[in-house]
């Protein structure tokens, strides 16, 4: 069996690497790794199997647990915000009512959009400064604006 042990080696590199390629979430190339190595390991003359298969597990748990944070961390550096995002603290003008029942429109910028009070039983008049807080999938979730802030806009 150890004559072929660089065969499974291989194998299992072969696999994790696609495996990779094709998913975005990092699972398999600390195992990668951890193939190459053992792969390494095997070429040695007159080591045990079950040696490689330590080293293996050895360093591929090593891989996940020292880089993968980092490199997680990197990787979500690259996240860009929509043009929705920017939605988030602008103020707008309820034009249809929101109430428990019913979303309202919201007008931002002359542009339309479906609005949900921040709380579900508040009652929102046609006519009320809103303010967006979130945005849950295409709604945008709306306070009114206190008073004071209104006098501090004009």
């Not at 080696?9 to 390629?21: S, T």
């Not at 390494?40 to 003359?45: A, G, H």
């Not at 647990?65 to 980092?70: D, F, G, K, S, V």
Request: hydrophobic share 55%; proline share 4%.
């Amino acid at each position: 069996m150890e004559q072929w042990m660089w065969a499974i080696w291989l194998g299992i590199f072969v696999v994790a690497i696609v495996v990779e390629a094709v998913g975005t979430d990092l699972v398999s190339i600390w195992f990668a790794g951890g193939a190459m190595i053992a792969l390494i390991v095997s070429l040695i003359n007159g080591v045990d199997w079950w040696i490689e298969v330590i080293v293996f597990f050895v360093i591929s748990i090593a891989l996940l647990a020292a880089l993968r944070p980092t490199v997680k961390k990197l990787l979500k550096r690259n996240i860009t915000p929509s043009n929705a995002d920017s939605l988030i603290g602008q103020k707008g003008l309820l034009i249809d009512d929101i109430g428990p029942k019913n979303r309202g429109t919201v007008s931002i910028n002359d542009i339309k959009w479906t609005a949900v009070a921040t709380n579900e039983n508040e009652v929102i008049p046609v006519g009320t400064r809103i303010e967006v807080v979130a945005i849950s999938g295409n709604k945008l979730i709306v306070r009114p604006v206190p008073e004071e802030e209104k006098k501090e806009e004009k």
